[in-house]
């Protein structure tokens, strides 16, 4: 049993996948920095100071009463909120994972050789223009010699 499992597990595609997760988990780290840390702090600037991590709406007050200063400050008092911020954010990190993902695939696709066409295994007959193999020396069709 343990043997089938190392097979497995040392297969390349099994591997190939680990990495791909390892490198998608650290690509999707870089990537909520960039939207937290640079990209949202500009907008929300431009936007009138907004912090898009703390806009949020009180579904129900915890123990204390609001108003709350911060999504965290809801939670540590009890409250449910809706955190429309953080989903903004994730939105964002969604479109940038996705445009990266998209400007790989289309560079990968540019680099594939195409595959040559296939050698032709027909040819018109000269009299009926009927597909015909390259070998015949007799139209099937129209019975013409070629």
Sequence with gaps: MMKE???FAMRG???DLAVGVVI??????IVKS??????MPPIG???GNVDFSNLFLVLKEGATAAPYLSVAAAKAAGAVTLNYGLFINAIVSFLIVAFAIFMVIKN???LKKPEPAAAPTTKDC???ATAIPLAATR????????
């Design 34 to 39: 960039l939207v937290d840390d640079v990209l």
């Design 13 to 15: 595609s099994v591997v």
């Design 108 to 110: 990968l696709n540019r």
């Design 45 to 47: 600037l431009l936007l």
């Design 24 to 29: 998608g988990a650290a690509f999707g780290a």
């Design 126 to 128: 000269p009299h009926c």
């Design 5 to 7: 499992f190392r097979d």
């Design 139 to 146: 139209c099937p069709h129209c019975t013409s010699q070629l």
